[in-house]
Every structure is written in C-alpha cells, then in structure tokens.
C-alpha cells in the first residue's frame, strides 16, 4: 500500500479529479481545500521578510489517496501531468508507504480497504 500527498495549486484540482477519476481501480481521495504554505521561493516574488505582519503564503489544495502498490505510478502521472502548469508554484508530490490500511466500517484491511 501507497500514501500519495499532492500540494497542486487550486486551479488545477478539477483536472486532477477527472483524470484520476479516469484511472481502472482508483479507490477515491481526500481533499484539503483551504491549505496555506511556501515553496522554495518563499513567497511572492522569491523574496521572504519574515515580520510580525507580513509572512507571504499561497493557497493550495492538498489531495491525500490510499492506493494499492501497483496503482501508485499512474496516480502520480496523472496528478503531475494534470497539475503541471510550468510556472512557479505548481507543487509537489509525495510517496510513502503505508504499512497498515484499516476501513472503519467494515474491519477490511490492506488492499480491501480501498
């Protein structure tokens, strides 16, 4: 089992959804909408004053799946080949392992629980 975490930026999401909507097997995700961060610019125009009034974060949307092994590389096609405008500020993507996966309401566990 896979953890993928994706940080894309806002306008992106829906073509994110409908292309891993698109994959055979894709067990569903969990969207942060409303997330605040920094990349390696460290705020607009690459530029970071850190002050009591002034920390420059950008909104993002982070994406959190749950996927079998074998599902784990076309998720993350098609998140970077949908999220990828070519400008600053795209994103990033995340792969970790997930070494126990329970559904709650059922006890499944592992790849029956996605």
Do not use: W, Y
Not at 25 to 37: A, K, Q, S
Not at 58 to 66: E, F
């Amino acid at each position: 089992m896979k953890e993928i975490t994706a940080i894309i930026q806002p306008h992106t999401l829906s073509h994110v959804v409908e292309a891993l909507h698109a994959l055979p097997h894709f067990p569903g995700l969990t969207v942060f909408d409303n997330v605040h961060g920094q990349g390696r610019g460290r705020g607009a125009g690459g530029a970071f004053l850190l002050t009591e009034h002034n920390i420059n974060f950008h909104k993002k949307v982070l994406l959190l799946i749950a996927c079998d092994d074998a599902l784990a590389d076309a998720v993350v096609v098609a998140i970077a080949a949908h999220a990828r405008t070519g400008n600053t500020g795209d994103g990033i993507i995340v792969v970790k392992d997930a070494t126990r996966v329970i559904r709650i309401r059922t006890g499944e566990t592992a790849g029956q629980a996605v």
